[in-house]
């Protein structure tokens, strides 16, 4: 079992910037997917960027050139830079594992939440 837990989240203008940690309490496998889902109020929640352990990064479109993720197996934590925030990235973040398990079924473990809203 995997216990995820976010920090960094808060209130910014637009234009700023905010670093979101996540550290995970529990083995983390060389296998395991990290990444970043927000979810705007009223709205589902998406994925912003994922990285595996090889180092491959995935960034959704809308952050591409603002956002950078980063992991540290050592450490057992994935962060999310944030540049340049407008107020549409206003929403709570999410920290995720996702984990194939041996017999071809996968798992999800989620962190608790930080809410990052941008606004003047």
């Known amino acids: 079992h995997v216990q995820l837990v976010e920090s960094g989240g808060g209130l910014v203008q637009p234009g700023g910037s905010l670093r979101l940690s996540c550290v995970a309490s529990g083995n983390i496998l060389s296998g395991d997917v990290m990444g970043w889902y927000r979810q705007p109020v009223g709205k589902q929640r998406e994925l912003v960027a994922q990285?595996?352990?090889?180092?491959?990064?995935w960034l959704e479109s809308d952050v591409k050139g603002r956002f950078t993720i980063s992991r540290d197996d050592a450490k057992a934590t994935v962060s999310l830079q944030m540049y340049g925030l407008l107020p549409e990235d206003t929403a709570v973040y999410y920290c995720?594992?996702?984990?194939?398990?041996?017999?071809?079924?996968?798992?999800?473990?989620w962190g608790q939440g930080t809410q990052v809203t941008v606004s003047s």
């Open positions: 995720n594992v996702w984990r194939q398990m041996t017999d071809g079924s996968n798992i999800n473990y």
């Open positions: 990285i595996s352990s090889g180092g491959n990064t």
